[in-house]
């Protein structure tokens, strides 16, 4: 009889004492009654948005807990049967336990990769930003290619997604874009595409059909709504207006209703033009704008605590992270996992499950 998939399993549940995140379900318990409490507290609701923010994470967790007690005890009633074939052969039942054992350890991994979003943000929805780098209109092409990989494999995650500002290239693809990605955990899995991205392929755009190396960046904060706790003072900002534009720099809109903040003491700029109404433009960059400075904030006190540590590394954020080579040969590689794969369409097709999972592994590997 074939029950190694249960056995690794309960194998790996003896682990979960020593596992970080989800796995420590008295404390999520604890946190589920903390959360009842607060949400049935009616001077809660006089903030709507933080209520509608506790309510969520407090049905987030019953359900996360409530898988969990699913699993072991579906785990409990798939070994009282092992147990029973260990009495008594029966060739129906080995192949029923040996089906449900394969199941259960699927469903257990699945649980175990969600229980290393342990990040402080991994819970938020997202904030994509997309560059074009060096390599002119290849690189423009490239940065749209990305938005496009992007925006499908939010969607594969029942993600929504919402851009927020898109400048068009000269000639094709895109100069930048932002976009909002709203669910649960959306930033503790598009994290990972924080960095610079590479492409080798024949130029489209080449008469000569040349061989053109592109590059792009992708800049991916947490969206924090309103909850973000970051005070600007008014004489660090300065707010620009303009009109909208669409592809190739062509005005689409009448009035000055798109909106760039500037935070001066650190030169981080935003600009937002989907809305019509420049009010709403310039609270979404507002809103964006205490995301980065949030995150900012958060990243200064990690590198303080390497370096008490210790543990010191070279700041990644930014630095080439993933190859795509259309020719001579097709391949993708992740420089930081190792991970490769030859199926370069499926990957720009949205299809980052492997290399998300891959890569929140590998943190998780890494914060150790």
């Known amino acids: 009889m074939c029950t190694r998939p249960l056995h690794n399993y309960t194998s790996s549940r003896k682990k979960f004492p020593k596992q970080r995140g989800c ?15 607060a949400v049935q507290d009616p001077g809660l609701w006089q903030n709507r948005e933080r209520g509608r923010e506790l309510s969520t994470q407090l049905a987030a967790l019953e359900g996360e807990v409530g898988q969990w007690e699913g699993l072991a005890a579906d785990v409990a009633a798939t070994l009282e049967l092992t147990r029973e074939l ?13 089906k449900k054992a394969k199941e259960l350890l699927a469903q257990f991994k699945k649980l175990e990769l969600g229980a290393f979003l342990t990040g402080i943000f991994d819970e938020r929805g997202a904030i994509v930003s997309i560059s074009a780098g060096a390599g002119g209109t290849d690189a423009q092409d490239w940065a749209e290619m990305l938005l496009r990989m992007l925006i499908r494999f939010c969607e594969r995650r029942g993600f929504k997604v919402a851009i927020v500002d898109q400048q068009g290239g000269q000639e094709a693809g895109i100069k930048s874009a932002t976009f909002e990605v709203a669910g649960r955990y959306a ?15 024949i130029s489209p755009f080449d008469a000569e059909a040349m061989r053109h190396t592109s590059f792009a960046l992708i800049d991916i904060i947490p969206d924090l ?18 009109r909208a534009s669409g592809h190739g720099g062509q005005s689409v809109n009448t009035t000055d209703s798109a909106v ?53 590394k070279s700041a990644e954020w930014g630095s080439q992270i993933r190859s795509y080579v259309l020719h001579p040969y097709k391949l993708v590689k992740d420089h930081r996992t190792g991970l490769e794969t030859s199926g370069v369409d499926a990957v720009l097709s949205g299809e980052l499950d492997e290399f998300a999972e891959s890569y929140v592994r590998w943190l998780a590997t890494e914060k150790r």
């Open 86 to 98: 260990e009495r008594e052969r029966d060739s129906e039942l080995e192949a029923e336990v040996a």
């Open 187 to 201: 930033y503790g899995w598009l994290k990972g595409e924080a960095g610079v991205h590479r492409l080798v392929r």
């Open 225 to 242: 709504g309103d909850l973000s706790d970051i005070e600007i003072k008014d004489e660090d900002i300065r707010v620009d207006v303009f």
């Open 23 to 37: 796995f420590d379900l008295a404390k999520k318990r604890v946190r589920i009654s903390e959360l009842e409490s």
């Open 260 to 312: 760039r903040v500037v935070h001066i003491p650190t030169g981080i700029t935003v600009s937002v033009q989907n809305e019509r109404s420049q009010q709403q433009n310039k609270a979404t960059a507002f809103k964006i704008l205490k995301s980065r400075l949030s995150l900012r904030q958060s990243q200064e006190r990690e590198r303080e605590e390497r370096k008490i540590r210790g543990s010191v």
